[in-house]
């Protein structure tokens, strides 16, 4: 049974409730609408009833922090080559039955949540770990709303980017304001069916298709898609064919997707691994149906890992996993070869991280009195 709601240091108000007229309180961050009796948690774990008023009751603790390459997120399009410091916290308001950081994101122990720190605190670690920006990342971000736009608040003091690996399944109010304070995102675009989505995610596909085009429409935030590719449930041709259309009509051509490699995990056991010819034909697909960046992902693939020039075909960036090879782009991200634009967020030349993954604690960045 999930912990009851008590009053506690890490505990805080949270935005996005109503009280009903039954005595329960609901929550209006997701489209699940959880309601509430007193010390009830929401499926997501994180946000409960306390009192009268719904409460974020893992504000400043973390599951974990660790500098990774920016492509990990995935972002290839966004100041590429540089370190990003990444963190997340306990639970998620999905369900997904294949998810790939279930200790974490599924938990329901507040032991998991093993680190703590105030934005303050993260914001001057990225700074002197030479971040160039800082990710919400390992569960969804929009459960932890309040901690993730203040510790985006905090970076930004210092002239750090903030990025959110999210699933998109989020009511209209808070997305707007969490989106407010984000600098550039993935959007986890699961399946192109609301059966896959209701049936292994407990989730609604439309929900996810309204934020993406959100994002793309309202917002100047970088965003970029991936695709989780799972053998019998959402590979096929048809689907693939159905979804980077969509993508192109609804979104534009330069929103780059990322078809990643499944491997069973969690309650998904019973799947084999993503065959990479899979992935190629996705890329394919996508490349035909007028994607201009289309990208394999959880697989050694230098040609599907790179960046082509859309105007001549030029390799702009080249990529063994995490590690930048070729790098044929201006500062400001025009080809050298035909000066087309290649859009993302370019500043200078390419950061020298490489694949890198550096686990850190962040009590040695605490201020001192």
């Known amino acids: 049974m999930d912990a009851a709601v008590e009053p506690g240091p890490n505990v805080v108000p949270g935005r996005y409730w109503h009280r009903l007229d039954d005595g329960r309180v609901q929550c209006d961050v997701c489209p699940r609408y959880c309601k509430l009796q007193e010390g009830q948690r929401g499926m997501c774990f994180v946000r409960g009833r306390l009192g009268d008023r719904m409460v974020l009751t893992t504000y400043g603790r973390s599951s974990g922090y660790c500098v990774d390459p920016i492509e990990k997120k995935p972002l290839n399009h966004f100041l590429p080559g540089t370190s990003v410091l990444s963190f997340g916290t306990a639970g998620c308001n999905l369900a997904c039955r294949f998810c790939q950081n279930w200790d974490i994101s599924k938990s329901r122990e507040i032991d998991t949540l093993a680190d703590a720190a105030a934005p303050e605190t993260i ?29 985006a608040q905090a970076c930004h003091e210092r002239g750090i980017k903030a990025v959110a690996v999210t699933a998109g399944y989020v009511t209209p109010e808070p997305r707007a304001e969490f989106y407010r304070y984000m600098d550039a995102a993935n959007v986890d675009l699961k399946a192109f069916t609301e059966r ?27 965003f970029e898609i991936t695709n989780l590719l799972i053998p019998g449930e959402n590979d096929g041709e048809a689907e693939i064919e159905e979804m980077t259309q969509w993508v192109v009509e609804a979104l534009g051509p330069d929103v ?49 890992g790179s960046t082509y020039c859309h105007g001549c075909g030029e390799r702009l960036i080249g990529r063994d996993w995490y590690l930048l090879s070729n790098w044929n782009l201006t500062d400001d991200g025009h080809c050298l070869g035909c000066g087309a634009a290649c859009v993302g967020v370019f500043d200078g030349p390419p950061g020298d991280w490489g694949p890198r993954r550096l686990p850190v604690r962040l009590k040695e960045f605490e201020a001192r009195a």
């Open 123 to 151: 914001a001057r670690a990225a700074e002197r770990l030479g971040c160039r920006s800082v990710a919400f990342t390992y569960n969804d971000p929009v459960i932890f709303h309040e901690y993730a736009i203040d510790v």
């Open 196 to 222: 896959f989505y209701q049936r292994i995610c407990s989730g609604q596909l439309e929900t996810v298709k309204e934020t993406l085009v959100y994002l793309k429409h309202e917002t100047d935030v970088w």
């Open 256 to 304: 780059p997707m990322h078809f990643t490699a499944f491997h069973p995990d969690w309650k998904m056991l019973d799947k084999p691994s993503t065959p990479a010819h899979t992935l190629t034909m996705a890329r394919r697909v996508a490349l035909k149906n007028g994607v201009r960046y289309a990208y394999t992902g959880n697989v050694h693939d230098s040609d599907g």
